[in-house]
Structure formats: C-alpha cells, structure tokens
C-alpha cells in the first residue's frame, strides 16, 4: 500500500536554528499539506501547496516557515529560525484531489524539539 | 469557524464489550467528517469518511460511525473492542464549502483491556 515517509523521524535542535522537514508524498497525489500537534493539543493545519504553490496556509504558517516541492518526490518544510513553542509533531499528508470525496494520507510524522 | 470537540482523552473499555469514541463538531457549511487513528511511532490512518447519504459509515477494522445531524455528532463505533485497537483517535471535519484544510479534535485514547 502506497505511503507518505517523513524523515527524520525526530531532530532536536537549538533555538534560532535552521529546520528542515523532508516529506515524500504517495506518487500520483497533487496536494500536499503540513499539519502540527504541540503536545497534549490538536492537530493543526499550517499549509497546503498545489502546483508549485501555496494554496492555503494558517495564521500559524508566518514568515518563519517555508515550503518548497524542490524536485518530483519531496516536500519540505522549512523553519527559518527555530522557537522553543514550535517544539511539535509535524505531519506531512497529501491528496489525490482537494476534494471532500477523497482522504488524506498522512506520514508518521516528524517529531521536532527546540532546546 | 470549523471545530470539532472529541470530549474524552481517554477511553478504556473491556475487550469483546462495544466502544465509542465521542465526536461533535461546528461547521458554517454541510460537513466532510472524517476518523484518523494513530498507532504508536504510526502516522495518522485513515478509518471512514462521511460525505453524504446513509448516515451510518462503515469502515476499516470493523469500526463504524453514525452521522447526527441534530446533535451535529459523529460518534465512532466497535460493537466488540479487540486489544489491537487501542490506539488515539481523532476525529476531523472539513466544511464542503470553506476551507479544504482538515480540522481535528484533540484526541482520544483507547484503551483495550484484555
């Protein structure tokens, strides 16, 4: 069965650090999404991104984040300067289509620790 | 604003005895309601979806979920618990007419007992 992988499965880093969060969404998806569970909370959406752009993103997806779909397979988040608050579990999940008919499959997550 | 309230983080039931996992939601729109569930060192698995028509969804592992309308609910189902799913379940929404994002519930975790 066809599935998201995220890698690193967990990265520690120091506060005012550079992140990137690799993502390879399921093959013939279009839609890509990042979502992020602070712990004990809900998951959250940050963004989504559709033909090499962002369609949606959230209050939480300020300048400090970035995606980026850099070749045919990967998806990446990027946070620019790392805060302790963005401590989370980051998921990845893409779509066939954008639509209410179709789920969203979601990798295993990124678990991301700011120190 | 879309929201959905999952009102128990946790839920422990015998094994062989139903479950259910509560869900509500607040919706501006008709709503796409969806079941995730997550194992341990797992990513989010899809469970069932409500899109339209019978309000009584079927989906994997034997779990079901029924559609209120009027209580604006989407409680998930088992009408005999195994051990192996125990798990966290979250419970989603999306508004057919908004935005296309998914938002969840907090979760909640159940738990089998053999």
């Known amino acids: 069965e066809p599935e998201v992988t995220q890698t690193p499965s967990h990265q520690v880093t120091q506060m005012g650090q550079e992140v990137i969060l690799r993502c390879v969404p399921i093959?013939?998806?279009?839609?890509f999404y990042w979502y992020r569970q602070i712990l004990g909370q809900k998951v959250e959406f940050l963004v989504s991104?559709?033909?090499?752009?962002?369609?949606?993103k959230s209050e939480i997806f300020d300048d400090q984040f970035s995606v980026e779909r850099p070749d045919g397979s990967n998806f990446t988040l990027k946070i620019r300067s790392t805060k302790l608050e963005d401590s989370a579990m980051y998921f990845c999940?893409?779509?066939?289509?954008?639509?209410?008919?179709?789920?969203?499959?979601f990798g295993q997550g990124t678990r991301l620790t700011v120190v | 604003a879309q929201s959905v309230a999952q009102p128990e983080d946790q839920v422990n039931v015998a094994e062989g005895n139903p479950l259910t996992v509560k869900c509500t939601y607040s919706?501006?729109?008709?709503?796409?309601l969806f079941w995730y569930v997550q194992y341990p060192n797992r990513g989010l698995q899809f469970l069932l979806k409500y899109i339209t028509g019978d309000n009584l969804v079927k989906g994997s592992y034997g779990f079901e979920a029924e559609f209120n309308k009027s209580q604006t609910s989407f409680h998930l189902k088992k009408p005999s618990a195994l051990v192996s799913d125990s798990a966290l379940y979250f419970c989603a929404v999306r508004d057919q007419t908004g935005a296309n994002n998914l938002f969840f519930g907090t979760g909640t975790r159940l738990t089998v007992i053999p």
């Open positions: 093959s013939n998806h279009l839609y």
């Open positions: 999940a893409s779509n066939l289509l954008d639509s209410g008919n179709t789920e969203a499959f």
């Open positions: 919706v501006s729109g008709n709503p796409y």
């Open positions: 991104f559709y033909n090499n752009e962002i369609s949606e």
